[in-house]
């Protein structure tokens, strides 16, 4: 259950009325996000293929980069204050198996740009863009990011002092590389358009480009709302006895 209404809707917190409409809006924007860019990929870049055609398989990389690296990922920051009624343990659960999903497609959007450079005739070279590196340290950010998560509140065994101590760098490095996921793929989807709409070219504003900068906006739009929802204090998960006694039982077995 997303949010719990207790007694009734007149009683809910003002807070969390604004938070599951913000909540809803995101989910609306990401999903259109998502939408357009299969519309703009399949109508305007021959859709999608395999390594026999290296230049439409690229277009499995803002596809995927769309759904894993932003989609998923902000969902995955959001997955605590959205299901709130949720058993912590869940939640954490669900939190790693979001960001795990988030990581094969991200694997693969990488797997497809380096086969779309690698097999062109003749090679195109790979890692010259400040996107390609904004992009690859998002991602390496996200990997160290999933390592020290599932070591720190997911493996038994670390002490409980130990994951507080944790929680605020995990929180600031986990917004960090979405956000740079998001700049990453701003700068992504502007440098598809000017390479690859020709004619008429990007600058005239075909429909293609206008469709590449819609899309870009719900990227700003999405993130901001995703940064947002995480950080407003207002917003913020509280305990629920569930997460008591699993708390006491950790540190009974420490």
């Known amino acids: 259950m997303l949010f719990s209404l207790g007694s009734g809707k007149a009683n809910m917190d003002p807070a ?7 909540y809803v809006l995101t989910q609306l924007c990401g999903l259109t996000m998502i939408v357009l860019v299969a519309t703009w990929i399949g109508q305007h870049f021959g859709g999608l293929a395999g390594t026999s055609n290296p230049g439409v398989e690229f277009n499995w990389h803002p596809l995927f980069m769309t ?27 669900t939190h790693a198996g979001i960001h795990m999903g988030a990581f094969i497609l991200t694997v693969i959007a990488l797997k497809t740009v380096f086969d779309s450079h690698n097999l062109a005739n003749p090679p195109i070279p790979n890692m010259y863009s ?61 440098e598809k358009a000017i390479f690859a709409i020709k004619t ?25 709302l995703v940064v947002y929802l995480a950080t407003e204090p207002s917003y913020k998960r509280k305990p629920i006895p569930e997460d008591t006694a699993l708390l006491n039982s950790s540190s009974a077995n420490e």
Not at 162 to 169: C, E, G, K, S
């Open 16 to 22: 969390l009325i604004n938070f599951k409409v913000l």
């Open 200 to 224: 008429p070219a990007y600058s005239t504003l075909p429909p293609a480009g206008v469709l590449a900068n819609v899309i870009g906006v719900l990227y700003v739009v999405f993130g901001a």
């Open 130 to 190: 400040l996107h390609s590196w904004l992009g690859l340290s998002a991602v390496i950010i996200f990997s160290l990011q999933y390592v020290a998560g599932f070591v720190a509140f997911l493996a038994p065994g670390l002490r409980e002092n130990y994951r507080i101590a944790m929680m605020p760098l995990h929180i600031y490095f986990g917004l960090f590389g979405f956000v740079l996921a998001i700049a990453s793929a701003l700068m992504g989807i502007t």
């Open 67 to 93: 759904i894993g690296f932003i989609y998923l990922y902000g969902n995955s920051i959001l997955i605590y204050r959205g299901f709130r009624t949720t058993r912590k343990k869940t939640l954490k659960l």
